[in-house]
């Protein structure tokens, strides 16, 4: 039986967004601060000045298309061994990297997790693996997991034919196979919008359904403090923390990069493992 969090602050680019108590742990109820009222709930929703049309099809990172967390909590109570939103409540959390590789957001995460000896898990975009195929490459060489987040990062919800969420997938799988050797085993839809067909498309391509019950709100350019504080605040054992490393065109991620020292040494501080998915999962 799920119990609520207290009444607790999410940081977002005007300053802050009060979430407060709601039915289950991880969903929160934000307050619109431009028309005064409480929004849908949301974990990830944030509100955001319209960004540059970026080269794939949904990004960057777009508020309109994101599901309410209240969702992601109804898809894994339907698909309990397929949507995963978080590990055992144990000591351990997963950071999760959406959207790369690209030549500048990519490089830095990956020094930032090196100098701290961090594994994590990348949700990559398959044109932007054949845009970036070195960095992508350097992924896999330093241990981290590589998942599949689509060909073009559309919203895979609002696709009706079940032969286009299966092209995304296979497209982005078979260049990661091509420029890595491996298959991956995880997928992340864009913006974690789900149908029944995405899961059975996912479930076809024998691949988990990795959403998360963490959210930095990096995407809305906010500063390191302001991301680790996200995260820091919202970090439960067996969490799974969505950062971004790379965004739409003129989009900055600095803050992510930024927040990761913190975020790593606090998380050890308080005697967190940081994990790759599979490993939290313990997935084989």
């Known amino acids: ?29 934000a307050y619109d601060w431009r028309n005064r009222h409480p929004a849908v709930p949301i974990q990830h929703g944030g509100l955001r000045e319209p960004a540059p049309v970026e080269p794939h ?14 969702e992601h909590l109804d898809w894994s109570s339907k698909y309990p061994t397929e949507v995963i939103l978080h590990g055992p409540l144990r000591k351990e959390a997963a950071l999760t ?21 961090v594994k994590a898990t990348f949700f990559v975009v398959g044109r932007r693996c054949e845009a970036n195929p070195d960095v992508l490459r350097r992924i896999a060489r330093e241990g981290h997991v590589i998942g599949n987040h689509s060909w073009n990062h559309p919203n895979l919800a609002k696709l009706t034919a079940a032969e286009d969420i299966r092209s995304q997938i296979q497209r982005t799988d078979e260049v990661i196979r091509r420029l890595t050797g491996i298959t991956p085993v995880l997928f992340r839809p864009p913006y974690g919008a789900l149908s029944d067909t995405v899961v059975e498309e996912a479930v ?24 680790a504080a996200n995260i820091l605040a919202h970090t439960r054992p067996g969490s799974i923390v969505l950062q971004h490393s790379a965004g739409g065109v003129g989009e900055s991620l600095q803050g992510s990069v930024d927040a990761l020292p913190v975020v790593i040494q606090t998380l050890r501080g308080r005697s967190y493992k940081l994990l790759t998915v599979p490993q939290l999962l313990n997935l084989k």
């Open 1 to 29: 039986m799920c119990k609520p969090f207290p009444l607790v602050t999410w940081v977002n680019r005007q300053g802050s967004v009060v979430y407060g108590p709601s039915r289950c742990a991880t969903p929160y109820t």
């Open 57 to 70: 099809i949904g990004g960057p990172e777009r508020p309109e298309e994101h599901a309410p967390h209240i």
């Open 97 to 117: 990297f959406d959207d790369g590789p690209d030549g500048l957001w990519t490089p830095m995460v990956l020094d930032a997790l090196a100098r701290f000896h």
């Open 204 to 227: 076809k391509a024998k691949k988990k359904v990795i959403l998360w019950n963490v959210d930095s709100l990096d995407w809305m350019q906010l500063s390191g403090r302001q991301v």
